[in-house]
């Protein structure tokens, strides 16, 4: 499976980005995917996951501001970001489970500034 995430950018605190992550070589309707995120100098950390059957859960942080979503004919999982803050700029990682094995993008950078 090859992940490719794309949205991120530049933008300022209380606006908004849509993260894209778009997924070959495997499944996809089958999978669960994910988002992540690293800050500069800090653990990976889990921001949301949805399920093949569209079950949703959100890390804490983002929870009532992030919204993740698929599209299972585009093969595509995305991340709808709204009123971001400083603390969310981080580089954004897709995760994709499928029959026992975990795949990775490569990362989209987010940064908000204040």
């Known amino acids: 499976v090859q992940l490719v995430e794309s949205g991120g950018g530049l933008v300022q605190a209380g606006g908004s980005l849509r993260l894209s992550c778009a997924a070959s070589g495997g499944i996809f309707s089958i999978n669960t995917m994910a988002w992540y995120r690293q800050a500069p100098g800090k653990q990976r950390e889990w921001v949301a996951t949805i399920t093949s059957r569209s079950i949703i859960t959100y890390a804490d942080s983002v929870k009532g501001r992030f919204t993740i979503s698929r599209d299972n004919a585009k093969s595509t999982v995305y991340l709808q970001m709204n009123s971001l803050k400083p603390e969310d700029t981080a580089v954004y990682y897709c995760?994709?489970?499928?029959?026992?094995?975990?795949?990775w993008g490569q990362g989209t950078q987010v940064t908000v500034s204040s």
């Open positions: 995760w994709c489970a499928e029959r026992g094995d975990v795949y």
